[in-house]
């Protein structure tokens, strides 16, 4: 009976303990747009300068928020630089979550 008990305990504290971790990670999309752009450029991701205007940190922040829904999602964009740029988001995101399919955990 006691085995029983600490076994369900154990049970008990590592599914806390993974519940706690997952939790202390930001989620990108709630972020600024200013540490949006900070945060792709931490990455390693290259700003291409067409794309280094006002509008950078929304681009960035909108695509954060659309891959953590569905990191799969197709992105149909006609300009290549910009297309991909939201690549390299993409990866960024499925790193970041650490998922092939990129979901939050």
Do not use: W
């Amino acid at each position: 009976m006691k085995r029983t008990i600490c076994f369900f305990c154990a049970i008990l504290m590592l599914s806390l303990l993974c519940a706690c971790q997952s939790q202390d990670k930001a989620i990108l999309s709630e972020m600024s747009e200013e540490e949006c752009i900070e945060f792709v450029k931490s990455k390693g991701l290259e700003i291409p300068e067409e794309l280094n205007d006002e509008n950078l940190g929304n681009f960035i922040k909108s695509h954060f928020k659309l891959f953590e829904e569905n990191p799969d999602q197709p992105v149909v964009i006609s300009y290549t630089v910009a297309y991909d740029f939201a690549e390299g988001i993409r990866r960024i995101v499925k790193e970041y979550y650490n998922t092939e399919s990129g979901q939050q955990s």
